[in-house]
């Protein structure tokens, strides 16, 4: 069975600096996907940013970046420039690929994003 | 526009009471999910239907049902709720085997509080 930890349950940025945050998971599986779910106290699940695990290169989105390894099973996220708005529960998922598979998700990460 | 929708937002009701949780996807996905955030916002599935067809059956308790009217609809129905029962229940969909597009949305959740 996949895990998923997030090791840091709360953390805190000042606005417009760069906050990372942590994620391992667990598999016997080659093909997958990771993802970075975003949910903001109006509770909507929003996805920030997906990596594809066979490819090498790191996911990025506009000031949403991510450093994949996979041999080491880690999948961080990183904020640069943060802004209020960035203030939310952070998720790691993990996916098998495959159909209709199941996200796996961390206890998620509480980023509060200072003025 | 909106592509994952669920009805109601809020429910509270008394313990013993019987309810349901109406989600509607208007993006063409073949697979829809249940799942559920509990109080310290742990997020974990509970179903998964592809094609209105059962798929992931995640050890819930029989007292609840979910059913897919049709590859649009997925619908959870709960019996005899109890405390317990009191959290956020997320639908998600996704089209399977679309070429990079195997990421879940999901629906804005709806809030169940047993009294």
């Known amino acids: 069975a996949q895990t998923v930890t997030q090791s840091q349950p709360e953390m805190s940025v000042q606005e417009a600096e760069t906050v990372t945050l942590s994620c391992t998971y667990d598999?016997?599986?080659?093909?997958?996907?990771l993802f970075w779910y975003k949910q903001p106290p109006s509770r909507q699940m929003i996805l920030v940013i997906r990596?594809?695990?066979?490819?090498?290169q790191n996911a990025t989105e506009n000031r949403f970046s991510v450093n994949f390894q996979k041999a080491a099973k880690s999948f961080s996220l990183k904020i640069s420039d943060s802004q209020l708005g960035d203030t939310a529960m952070y998720f790691c998922a993990f996916m098998k690929q495959g159909g209709s598979e199941k996200l796996v998700f961390g206890k998620g990460t509480k980023l509060t994003v200072n003025p | 526009d909106t592509a994952v929708s669920q009805t109601p937002k809020y429910l509270v009701t008394q313990m013993g009471n019987d309810k349901s949780i109406k989600c509607e996807q208007n993006l063409g996905h073949d697979t829809m999910y249940w799942y559920k955030q509990d109080s310290k916002k742990f997020l974990k599935i509970m179903f998964s239907y592809n094609n209105k067809e059962l798929i992931i059956n995640e050890t819930v308790p029989n007292r609840f049902s979910p059913k897919s009217p049709d590859k649009a609809h997925l619908n959870l129905h709960i019996n005899s709720l109890e405390l317990g029962d009191s959290a956020v229940y997320f639908c998600?969909?996704?089209?399977?085997?679309?070429?990079?597009?195997?990421?879940?949305?999901f629906g804005p959740g709806t809030r169940l509080l047993v009294l």
């Open positions: 598999t016997s599986e080659n093909n997958y996907y």
């Open positions: 990596q594809e695990a066979y490819k090498q």
């Open positions: 998600a969909s996704i089209n399977v085997g679309t070429s990079g597009g195997e990421t879940q949305y």
